[in-house]
């Protein structure tokens, strides 16, 4: 029998299937955040209902969080409000909860596999659609709304229709200096914001395995960019390597087992999808966004485009309100757009790697005098590994502001946020309007590229850059 | 969660595609604990503009909102299903839907109908010329309608869906008929798969 990747998972985890209703599917973890959850919390005691598996079930604080000074007082009121809510619904219901100055304390989907809690096979849900990061280990991952929140908190189990499956395989091997974010941006642009839309798209092909988890976690992250239920990417030695050790990793004979089990969620060779698009990394460049949602993006070597040459009439009227919202003319190029600030982390890019990745960038250079640059670790455990490293040092002396761990200008709730009509580099997944503060403009774009255009002052790759060899 | 067999009144047109919920809701609003009160954030930065359709006179009251494809993009957040109903929407007509809004709609009663781009363009253009024109949302047949222009035509909503909004069913309670099945399923789960709990490098 030839099967995929995603009907295995699908299958494992099918409760029950009752005629007339939706497949029922069983949930291995729930990642509950301050902002979605509170009101999931209170139906369930106004029900009088239980959380069915407070064990199964992790809780940290992301969204609203303040990154400048964490262990100082929450000056937002609402905030604070979310937070102590969480504290209380946590206790309350003997959930394990990473609090503001918590060692473990980080945006949700750097947490969930930094802990070990995210492994192949699984399927992991979050009331946040960047869920789909966790993909990344083979698991099946996606968002949920309040109200699915509460079925989960309640049954640990999920309706869902089951969705159709879509490979997207990237050929070949990704040029020098073209990156994990460069790759998923261009996968957005070729398939559309709604060209996943009912699908769960496996990545294949040989320059999706050669990325390292970090990476991985990138591409699949930003599935729901392209409208897809989730992303998945079959688990191999680099998926192993990475769990190896993780404090909730199997250990002992237990992961000799598990290691057993992982290798068997491939796609059979010869399984057929219901969609399948091809790319060929070669033709693959550095990208940035230029418009308000993720699929219009353009190379750097590339130029604002004119919405006239666009086919459908929608698409030309969508850049044209681009355009005059981004404040772009068509024609210019890309390279002659002045940024005001850079924005380095989020759920998409606040690992490690992606520290890494700026910092090397930014060695030995200075910020532009006319930008302000903000570097926001993934988590606090990010932040600590960044600092035994030296990377702090790095952003610090180059002029970044090192912040504390946090969703921050990603979404802009905790106060981080563009002013009106400023323009930003924004390692983060969506450049909708007023994503990142009323009237803000964002361009989405790699650490490596956020770090070069942070000291260029206007979008640039690290080889643009003076003194890069 | 009420049931809603048939959604009947005047409706707005924003002419859009690929809205995303943060235009609907923005985040700014996402740190109320309460389902209520979002109406007055639905919108919120496109209502800054005078000529923006929801501050039209003929809006107030508007009960269907028909808008372009891939509508409700983005967050997961239920806070724009909240907001859409607050506001006094029971009902989205659109050529397609994102996948987490159209569960969380479901979820909390609002009618997601899926219509051709030809019915949403007739739609569009039979309210530019009568802006007091109702409409009818007849979730049991699946037919969105304008009577007093003799137009009807069919809109796709998933089966489960229907029944559910005609019913006005608690979900849980349905998945809660399952319960034995899922304790046999927990008891056949593979005992290495983890749990959370405190481990080596927790502090808090």
Not at chain 1, 55 to 76: E, F, S, Y
Not at chain 1, 432 to 449: C, D, K, N
Not at chain 2, 180 to 185: G, L
Request: negative net charge.
């Amino acid at each position: 029998m030839t099967g995929r990747l995603f009907d295995k998972v699908w299958q494992r985890h099918l409760v029950a299937n009752p005629d007339g209703e939706p497949p029922l599917l069983y949930i291995d973890l729930h990642l509950v955040h301050e902002v979605t959850s509170p009101q999931a919390f209170e139906s369930i005691e106004l029900a009088g209902r239980t959380v069915r598996r407070p064990d199964l079930t992790v809780a940290t604080m992301d969204h609203d969080v303040p990154t400048t000074n964490p262990l100082g007082p929450i000056t937002d009121p609402l905030a604070a409000e979310q937070m102590a809510r969480l504290r209380k619904n946590c206790e309350a219901h003997g959930i394990t909860l990473y609090p503001l100055g918590s060692a473990e304390q980080g945006v949700v989907h750097v947490i969930g596999p930094q802990l070990g809690l995210t492994q192949p096979g699984m399927t992991v849900v979050c009331g946040d659609s960047h869920t789909s990061t966790h993909g990344a280990f083979g698991a099946l991952a996606f968002g949920i709304g309040t109200t699915e929140v509460e079925h989960v908190l309640a049954t640990q189990t999920l309706r869902q229709v089951k969705p159709q499956a879509m490979a997207v395989t990237v050929d070949g091997q990704l040029p020098a200096g073209v990156t994990a974010k460069d790759l998923v941006l261009g996968i957005i642009a070729e398939i559309g914001t709604g060209g996943g839309t009912g699908s769960v798209i496996e990545y294949r092909g040989d320059a999706v395995r050669a990325l390292d988890m970090a990476g991985r976690m990138t591409v699949c992250n930003m599935s729901i960019e392209a409208g897809a239920r989730a992303g998945m990417i079959g688990p191999d030695d680099t998926t192993f390597a990475f769990l190896e050790g993780r404090p909730h990793s199997p250990k002992g004979a237990d992961w000799e087992r598990a290691l057993d089990d992982w290798r068997s969620l491939v796609t059979d060779d010869g399984a057929e999808f219901d969609r399948e698009v091809r790319i060929d990394a070669a033709t693959l460049r550095p990208v940035v966004t230029w418009g308000t949602n993720p699929a219009q993006s353009v190379t750097i070597d590339g130029v604002v485009p004119d919405p006239a040459s666009f086919e459908a009439a929608a698409q030309r009227q969508a850049a044209q309100r681009a355009l005059d919202y981004m404040g772009l003319r068509p024609g210019t190029s890309v390279r002659d757009i002045r940024v005001d600030t850079v924005f380095i982390g989020s759920c998409t890019n606040g690992r490690l790697a992606d520290l890494r990745a700026a910092a090397g960038v930014l060695q030995g250079r200075k910020v532009n005098p006319a930008v302000r640059a903000i570097v926001v670790p993934g988590s606090a455990r990010v932040k600590a590994e960044a600092e035994a490293e030296g990377l702090d040092a790095v952003f610090i002396a180059a002029g970044f502001e090192w912040r504390s761990a946090g969703c921050s200008m990603c979404l802009g709730m905790n106060g981080d946020i563009l002013a009106p009509g400023e323009r930003s580099a924004s390692t983060s997944n969506r450049n909708f309007e007023g994503r990142q503060g009323p009237g803000g403009r964002t361009h989405l774009v790699s650490p490596a590229m956020a770090a070069a255009t942070a000291v260029a002052g206007r979008f640039a790759v690290p080889g643009d850059l003076e003194g890069a060899g | 969660m009420r049931a809603v067999r048939r959604v009947e009144g005047r409706a707005v047109v924003i002419d859009r595609r690929d809205i995303d919920t943060d235009q609907i809701i923005p985040a700014a609003w996402l740190k109320r604990v309460e389902r209520t009160g979002f109406g007055a954030g639905l919108f919120e930065a496109w209502r800054r503009d005078p000529d923006f359709v929801l501050n039209a006179p003929a809006a107030a009251g508007a009960s269907i909102l028909i808008a372009g494809a891939n509508f409700g993009c983005g967050s997961s957040r239920e806070h724009a299903v909240w907001a859409l109903q607050d506001f006094g929407f029971d009902a989205v007509i659109a050529p397609s839907f994102a996948d987490i809004f159209r569960g969380n709609s479901i979820g909390a009663g609002l009618v997601t109908a899926q219509a051709a781009e030809e019915v949403v363009a007739t739609l569009g253009a039979a309210l530019a010329g009568d802006l007091e024109a109702q409409l009818v949302v007849d979730v049991a047949e699946r037919i969105v309608a304008i009577p007093s222009a003799g137009f009807a035509a069919p809109f796709a909503l998933p089966d489960y869906a229907r029944w559910r909004l005609l019913e006005g069913l608690d979900d849980i309670g349905v998945t809660l008929r399952h319960a034995d099945a899922i304790t046999e399923f927990e008891q056949r789960r593979p005992d290495w798969l983890p749990i959370s709990g405190p481990h080596a490098h927790a502090t808090t």
